[in-house]
């Protein structure tokens, strides 16, 4: 009787300790599932100010060429002034 008695204790126990396991493996799945929704967002942000910052590089680069063609068509205006002189 008393062997009896140990053994549905320890089942009780055993049955407790399954029980935490799976309310564990539930929160840990809810978190898994929130980081991986978090590094979607994270990995979307990022390639959206990627297209942006290229965009806006694109733009300075192509500003950068038209006032490079300003320089050289003022220059060469100065040159042709000079030898006119």
Do not use: C, P, Y
């Amino acid at each position: 009787m008393d062997e009896l008695q140990l053994l549905r204790a320890r089942v009780g126990e055993l049955e407790q300790r399954v029980e935490h396991l799976r309310v564990s493996r539930r929160v840990l799945m809810n978190l898994l599932e929130k980081v991986e929704r978090e590094k979607v967002a994270l990995v979307h942000r990022l390639e959206k100010e990627n297209v942006r910052l290229q965009r806006d590089n694109t733009r300075f680069a192509k500003w950068i060429f038209s006032k490079n063609r300003e320089i050289v068509e003022l220059q060469e205006k100065m040159e042709s002034s000079v030898q006119k002189a």
